[in-house]
């Protein structure tokens, strides 16, 4: 047991000040913010992609990369077949591939090796996190000089192996991605899928995939047919884990996510954010137009999601069809800011006013949340999301921003003015390496409530300036 | 009800006074409209079968998983056929009872499976359970087929967990720290009881067939190979599974320690207000001194130290002189409209609120605030952390603090907002056995009570003296 009187007041506990624009309580001495560091991983790690052409290692290296930027994790991919296509500026035929092509060979070595030094500058150097390795890298050898690189630099290494023996998926894959590539442009569609089927041929006589016994000590995942199965070994850290279940819970099912918003709400027409008021008649009128809209498209098993305030579940009412409650979809939280107008934040909060704009994506409301806390608390969201198949989302605006940005690999400097106007719907489709937007708009009238950046973000500019870009309302 | 444009009727929304749901009309079932972190995609119930040897952890993993599934919402229960034999055959002699050609004790075997069965049965159909584990070895293709007969008559989904490991370090462990302690063998002495348990695992790996990753790759399962240094997975078939394949690939079994306490005494606590976000009393300042002294003497190698993003964990953190990492998720409940108010003026200002929260202290959401459920939600992904690390101090808040401590000592949602955590008091948990050792540290720093029990009378009609019965001192 201790004794009151053994204590001596620690001499300079540290001082507290709070980011003004974070609201995040950090330790100053003589007024300087000492950096805390908040981080998921130790060291860098390398992502490095392993399999047969057309085993769907640059779309998983893709989303992966977006995924990761979304929640926050700085990542880049590298693609070794950019690199090769830069190297030799016109692709003639699977010729190139050829296991006795030494020149061919020559050239794809110092491809990888300059990938791998990009690599090292962006992981080292540039504050990179995660770096996605995307290359076929289907010998032991080449894996082997993959790892001695990140030994060397310090990198944690996780293989993702994909797997699939399935001719039809082979084909698709074939069709969705290869035949726009740009080794393909001057080909017809039956040229072009002979010499791809000839090219996996020149990989598939020296392919060593990943084994459980030889390659017991290395960090992986194997996917084997789309998701079927998996074989996961040796996850090392808190990165890697959320990657494996991410990677767990995708899948390449065609579908559609619908995103829109609630229809106009009470607070909507007096340009008031937050609260949790009603629809207005307009907002009635969209949601009935909206499952006009839905019945018209004729959608298979549509689930619809919504979040836990008044105008986005009176808008599923309208739907008729059962939907599921998410209070990780209500709307930002504007803290003491809640059901104001802009006007009036101007008025009462002009410095919090001006630091919003400085950085919108990062600025917390005081007692509220910043875009950066909804993309916390929406990645559950998005995890079912790709779960799921057809799905609706009505939320609100800051949520649909945060949703559409991970679907469109928006930045976060972008995200908070992604315009996701009332009463439209986007209807989004993955597609090749991305995701098809359709805009409908459902032609009931609403207010903007848009709020574009301010020219003068200065804390000391004038009221005029400030309310610049406010939209109009009553 | 209004009428609409074409006449049909439009249900106006309400919203339920004690969770803040809106729903089209009261009395509807509100189980749907829960909106609870874990989405209801339920349909079927699933049962969760466990395969291996004995020693291989079953009976840890089926406890551990049923523990987490219950405290994210998902009612779920266990299933140990080990028990129903015990009930069968009151004394254990000894492991010939488990010799292959024991054709008695093979009936009894196969009746106390099927009546695990029937209570599964029993379990989804009247008690609304979600989630079965069936805790047993399941080591051949015969048994696992009767299960799965079973499930598919009456529309259960399976998904099987099996935990192979030949290591025999581990298993040798695992004997000590859990067969030792078993009513099977409480009368033998250490050397007689190992032997007769290793003789019981061979009557068992004669007729033990692994799930057969060619001839079974329709049905869903995980493998758990060697403690969790690799997993087979196969055909995941819903949410449910997806974050029950999760949270198997982040539990290890590696000794540790978790120390959970709250920030020191704050100025707020002083006064007797909620919530806020004030700075810490000379008292508090004391306890993160005292904090510091105490750390250091646990001697913890290589101790993480976690924060919310409030100034008190932040204050109490930075005596400790070390890296810390601050999570929001670790914030207080947010008390909405009560912020910063004392509970005698939540009294004077919103009786039928704060009788609603005494009637249902863990369902209750505040106005404009959070509930002791939505804490939970939040709360996984650091639970989930929490299970990857290994030594972890956690400064946090009273409300979260009971939402963790529930987790690791598996309390239900009725006991958990009642549960004690005074200020000034670290709590170190070590996982043992099955379960998980606690060992309170008070500190010896002198603190406001923050405790409220839940008083007598929690009728909305109640008068202000019985409202506020059970409110701790304060200035």
């Not at chain 1, 699939?164 to 001057?186: F, S």
């Not at chain 1, 084994?211 to 074989?231: A, H, N, Q, W």
């Not at chain 1, 065609?254 to 909507?268: Q, T």
């Not at chain 1, 105008?311 to 930002?332: C, D, F, G, H, M």
């Amino acid at each position: 047991m201790l004794d009151n009187e053994d204590f001596v007041l620690d001499t300079s506990p540290r001082e507290l000040t709070q980011n003004p624009l974070r609201k995040i309580w950090l330790p100053c001495k003589n007024g300087h913010i000492l950096q805390r560091r908040v981080c998921m991983t130790n060291c860098p790690t390398l992502i490095v992609t392993v399999g047969l052409p057309a085993r769907g290692k640059t779309y998983i290296s893709k989303k992966l990369t977006r995924y990761l930027n979304w929640i926050g994790v700085p990542t880049k991919e590298f693609n070794v077949g950019e690199y090769r296509r830069e190297c030799v500026k016109i692709y003639k035929s699977f010729e190139f591939f050829r296991p006795d092509n030494e020149e061919g060979l020559k050239i794809r070595r110092q491809c990888a090796m300059s990938a791998l030094n990009d690599v090292r500058q962006y992981l080292s150097v540039e504050g990179g996190q995660v770096a996605v390795f995307d290359a076929t890298n289907t010998t032991r050898e080449r894996r082997g000089t993959i790892v001695k690189f990140a030994d060397q630099n310090g990198f944690k290494v996780f293989f993702v192996e994909s797997q699939c023996e399935d001719p039809d998926v082979v084909a698709q894959n074939i069709v969705q991605v290869k035949l726009g590539n740009p080794d393909y442009i001057h080909c017809n569609t039956e040229e072009a899928i002979e010499d791809f089927m000839k090219r996996i041929k020149c990989y598939e006589s020296s392919y060593q995939p990943m084994d459980e016994t030889l390659d017991r000590d290395l960090s992986y995942i194997k996917i084997m047919d789309v998701g079927r199965r998996y074989l996961v070994n040796r996850v090392l850290d808190h990165v890697q884990s959320r990657i494996v279940y991410y990677l767990m819970n995708i899948h390449i099912t065609p579908r559609s996510i619908y995103l829109c918003r609630h229809g106009e709400s009470d607070l909507n027409i007096k340009g008031r954010i937050g609260g949790d008021s009603g629809l207005s008649a307009r907002g009635k009128e969209f949601a009935r137009n909206l499952r006009k809209f839905l019945q018209e498209q004729n959608i298979k098993d549509l689930k619809v999601w919504t979040s836990q305030m008044k105008r986005t579940i009176q808008t599923a009412e309208s739907l008729e069809v059962p939907y599921e409650q998410w209070k990780s979809l209500n709307e930002i939280d504007a803290g003491v800011c809640e059901e104001m107008m802009y006007e009036e934040i101007q008025e009462n909060f002009p410095l919090e006013f001006a630091m919003r704009d400085q950085d919108k994506y990062r600025y917390r409301y005081p007692k509220g949340e910043s875009y950066e806390d909804l993309v916390q608390r929406l990645e559950p969201v998005i995890m079912e999301l790709e779960r799921q198949e057809n799905v609706l989302v009505v939320c609100h605006q800051a949520v649909m921003r945060c949703l559409l940005a991970y679907f469109l690999d928006k930045s976060a400097k972008e995200l908070p003015y992604l315009k996701c106007p009332l009463h439209t719907v986007l209807k989004l489709t993955p597609l090749a390496y991305g995701c098809k937007v359709e805009s409908v708009c459902l032609n009931v009238e609403a207010v903007n409530t848009h709020r574009d950046r301010p020219e003068n973000v200065n804390v000391q500019r004038s009221t005029e300036d400030a309310l610049q870009t406010v939209p109009a309302h009553f | 009800m209004a009428l609409t444009a074409d006449g049909s009727e439009q249900k106006e929304l309400t919203q339920t006074p004690l969770l803040k749901i809106w729903v089209p009309w009261m009395g509807c079932n509100l189980n749907r409209r829960r909106g609870s972190s874990v989405p209801q995609f339920c349909n079927s119930p699933t049962m969760i079968v466990m395969v291996g040897l004995p020693a291989r952890g079953k009976t840890y993993i089926s406890k551990k998983l049923t523990r987490y599934l219950n405290w994210i919402g998902v009612p779920t229960k266990m299933f140990n056929v080990g028990q129903y034999r015990r009930e069968a055959v009151k004394i254990y002699k000894n492991f010939e009872f488990f010799k292959q050609d024991n054709e008695e004790a093979m009936n009894i075997r196969k009746a106390c499976a099927a009546a695990a069965l029937k209570d599964v049965t029993a379990y989804f159909t009247k008690e609304q359970g979600q989630v079965a584990v069936f805790d047993a070895t399941n080591t051949t293709c015969e048994r696992r087929a009767i299960i799965l007969n079973f499930a598919k008559e009456k529309g259960y989904k399976v998904f099987f967990v099996e935990s192979i490991c030949e290591d025999p370090e581990i298993i040798a462990e695992n004997i000590k720290q859990v067969k030792f302690g078993s009513p099977d063998y409480v009368d033998r002495d250490i050397e007689e009881a190992m032997e007769d348990f290793v003789q019981r695992i061979e009557c068992y790996r004669a007729s033990y067939t692994s799930i057969d990753d060619d001839k079974d790759r329709k049905l869903s399962y995980i493998k758990i190979f060697d403690v969790g240094s690799r997993y087979l997975v196969n055909q995941v078939q819903d949410h449910i599974q997806s974050r029950i394949v999760y949270y198997l690939m982040n539990i290890h079994v590696t000794p540790r320690s978790i120390y959970l306490t709250r920030h020191g005494e704050s100025e707020l606590n002083l006064l007797g207000r909620i919530g806020g976000d004030s700075g810490l009393s000379p008292r508090g300042q004391k306890y993160a001194n005292a904090l510091a002294t105490f750390i250091k003497s646990q001697n913890i190698k290589d101790l993480k130290v976690w924060t919310s993003h409030m100034k008190r964990t932040i204050q109490t953190a930075e005596a400790l002189g070390v890296q810390y990492e601050q999570w929001k998720a670790l914030n207080e409940i947010d008390a909405g409209v009560c912020e910063e108010l004392t509970y005698e003026e939540i009294q004077r200002d919103f009786p039928s609120e704060f009788a609603l929260r005494d009637q249902d202290k863990y369902r209750y959401r505040y106005p404009k605030g959070e509930s002791y459920e939505d804490m939970v939600h939040r709360l996984e992904p650091v639970i989930m952390e929490l299970e990857r690390q290994e030594n972890v101090l956690v400064i946090c808040h009273q409300a979260i603090m009971r939402c963790l401590l529930a987790y690791f000592l598996d309390k239900p949602g009725d006991e958990l907002p009642y549960l004690r955590c005074p200020l000034h008091t670290t709590l170190k948990l070590t996982p043992v056995a099955y379960g998980c050792k606690v060992e309170p540290f008070f500190l010896n720093i002198e603190a406001v009570n923050t405790h409220r029990e839940r008083p007598v009378n929690v009728s909305v009609n109640r008068n202000q003296d019985e409202a506020l019965q059970t409110v701790p001192d304060h200035i």
